[in-house]
């Protein structure tokens, strides 16, 4: 079956870096995406970026295009969010999802998504 293992979170001062992994296994399509969504207490999932096996192309939400990066190793099956000039309103928990790919770009809306990964805290704050 389809599993994710996400890793990588932690605390950081603002403006600091991280990367987050997200491990992904059980794939039976020959094409998927990924996305990694964040929810902070309170507040509704929200989808951070997504990635298309099919022809590498990536979306950013607006917050944080400009200072966070979606990449991924195709050997490894690992997708990675680099995470910089961190602020402390991206403090949540992140998760990764994934989802058979049906043509066009990677969908933001985590409706969209049916396996998901435990999650990850990330803490921005000094």
């Known amino acids: 079956q389809v599993q994710l293992v996400e890793s990588g979170g932690g605390l950081v001062q603002p403006g600091g870096s991280l990367r987050l992994s997200c491990a992904a296994s059980?794939?039976?399509?020959?094409?998927?995406?990924i996305g990694w969504f964040r929810q902070a207490p309170g507040k509704e999932r929200e989808g951070v970026s997504c990635?298309?096996?099919?022809?590498?192309?990536?979306w950013l939400e607006d917050s944080v295009r400009g200072r966070f990066t979606i990449s991924t190793n195709n050997a490894k099956n690992t997708v990675y969010l680099q995470m910089n000039s961190l602020k402390p309103e991206d403090t949540a928990v992140y998760y990764c999802a994934t989802r058979r790919w049906y043509g066009g770009s990677c969908p933001l809306e985590f409706y969209e998504y049916g396996f998901w990964g435990q999650g990850t805290q990330v803490t921005v704050s000094s």
């Open positions: 059980g794939f039976t399509w020959n094409y998927y995406n």
């Open positions: 990635i298309s096996s099919r022809d590498g192309s990536t």
